[in-house]
């Protein structure tokens, strides 16, 4: 079945710590995001990425990295420089040009 | 820039009523618009798009959207809500970035 997978469901951090979260996507999409959802509000844009090797800010950037390595793949972490990272985090992708986008079930992450 | 204002944080309405969520949009080009729906500690699915054409959009779950281009909208509307219908509703806007308002919680009560 063709589809978008995240992985874990569920995750602690300590303060301090680095983690990474993954997302994989079969649907031979060339554009993939990253969002953060806070209870209560709507999703807000980290990370896109339109083409492999590449990818760019979007409005809350600071204290996240990423990378595509591989078409499939749009791995997020999350550094030590995010004061505020508990969150629930999404990741989708998409056609380019066409932006209905396809969602992943979601990564709840938690600073403990 | 473009940006999507959803109207109402919290819809409460009675099984079988009909139900009417807004949405607001602004945007200098030609946009597509898009309705998705998240059940609690899940991803958004897909409810309807409008994209170009009729100006009535038909989605699953009997949901159906209007865009207006005048009034700049693209209210969700279903005529009988169901209690499995409780749940987030996003409206985005896209022309070629997606921009999501900040979400109608659905509450259908018995």
């Known amino acids: 079945d063709g589809g978008i997978t995240q992985s874990p469901k569920y995750l602690f951090r300590k303060e301090g710590q680095n983690v990474t979260l993954s997302c994989e996507q079969n649907?031979?999409?060339?554009?993939m995001y990253w969002y953060r959802q806070d209870p209560g509000q709507g999703l807000r844009l980290i990370y896109y990425?339109?083409?492999?090797?590449?990818?760019q800010k979007g409005d809350i950037a600071e204290g996240y990295s990423v990378s595509r390595e591989k078409k499939e793949s749009f791995p997020l972490t999350v550094t030590s420089a995010q004061k505020n990272p508990t969150a629930f985090y999404l990741c989708?992708?998409?056609?380019?040009?066409?932006?209905?986008?396809?969602f992943g079930p979601g990564t709840r992450l938690t600073v403990l | 820039a473009q940006s999507v204002t959803q109207l109402d944080s919290q819809v409460p309405v009675f099984e079988e009523a009909p139900v009417e969520l807004r949405c607001n949009y602004s945007?200098?080009?030609?946009?597509?618009l898009f309705w998705y729906v998240q059940y609690p500690n899940q991803g958004l699915q897909l409810l309807l798009k409008?994209?170009?054409?009729?100006?009535l959009v038909k989605g699953i779950n009997g949901f159906e959207a209007e865009f207006n281009k005048s009034q700049t909208s693209f209210h969700l509307r279903k005529p009988s809500v169901h209690i499995s219908d409780t749940a987030e509703y996003f409206c985005?806007?896209?022309?070629?970035?997606?921009?999501f308002g900040d979400g109608t919680t659905l509450t259908v009560k018995p």
């Open positions: 409008y994209l170009s054409g009729s100006t």
């Open positions: 989708a992708s998409s056609w380019l040009g066409y932006n209905e986008q396809f």
């Open positions: 985005a806007v896209s022309d070629g970035k997606s921009t």
């Open positions: 649907l031979n999409h060339d554009a």
């Open positions: 945007s200098s080009v030609s946009v597509y």
């Open positions: 990425s339109q083409i492999v090797n590449d990818f």
